[in-house]
């Protein structure tokens, strides 16, 4: 596979479940991310990850806890989830944190919060 | 803070025609980076182009064009003869340094439909 993959796709959770986003990178990238688009919203950054270190956690409920196993892994663990947490959340790779470098985007798993 | 602008939210245009994407933003820093990312229904968004602030000289990729203005705070993204492979969400973003690491902040997004 090329490029950064995303699974699930599609996620149907209630709000007492646990879940986990999977996301992986092949293109040797340093740095990941995870965002979350909702409707009429700009993407919000959540968490980035840097040589495998959290660098960034921008006020993000605990019901969402990361995890970077190594440079090439990102999981995004769910649990307790509200309904308002609905949304399409991507993942993204770059080569280093640095503001040169372009993101590159998965799929994206849109997840639906009952 | 910074902040990015698009005041368009949606534009619809017929096949052939040409349509310009305003992007505005905000920025303390005196570097920074642009990029425009493209998002179809399938979810993914693409990179498009990055822009360092100090190059303001514009950019042409096929039919794509690129109108970066330092003086308006503008990086504006035109596509000429559109067709309808170009329908899909366009976003404009500023990346600026945060101690040692970058926060890319993303514009609203402008939905771009292509009629044939």
């Known amino acids: 596979e090329t490029g950064v993959t995303q699974t699930p796709r599609h996620l149907v959770m209630g709000m007492t479940n646990k879940k986990s986003l999977k996301c992986e990178q092949h293109?040797?990238?340093?740095?990941m991310y995870w965002y979350k688009q909702s409707a009429k919203k700009p993407l919000e950054l959540m968490f980035v990850y840097s040589l495998e270190e959290r660098v960034e956690n921008n006020s993000v409920p605990s019901r969402f806890s990361p995890e970077c196993p190594n440079s090439s892994h990102l999981f995004l663990h769910l649990h307790t989830l509200q309904p308002e947490d609905s949304a399409l959340y991507l993942c993204?790779?770059?080569?280093?944190?640095?503001?040169?470098?372009?993101?590159?985007f998965g799929p994206g798993t849109r997840l639906t919060v009952t | 803070a910074q902040k990015v602008t698009q005041a368009q939210t949606e534009i619809s245009v017929v096949e052939k025609e040409d349509v310009t994407l305003d992007c505005v933003y905000e920025?303390?820093?005196?570097?920074?980076?642009l990029f425009w990312y493209k998002q179809p229904p399938s979810g993914e968004l693409v990179f498009l182009i990055r822009r360092n602030s100090f190059d303001e000289q514009n950019e042409i990729s096929g039919r794509y064009s690129w109108n970066f203005q330092k003086s308006t705070s503008s990086f504006n993204f035109t596509i000429t003869a559109s067709q309808v492979v170009d329908s899909a969400v366009y976003f404009c973003a500023l990346s600026e340094l945060t101690g040692a690491n970058s926060k890319l902040t993303f514009g609203k997004g402008i939905t771009l439909s292509v009629r044939p």
């Open positions: 993204a790779s770059s080569q280093d944190a640095a503001p040169t470098y372009e993101q590159y």
């Open positions: 920025t303390r820093d005196t570097t920074y980076y």
């Open positions: 293109l040797g990238h340093n740095a």
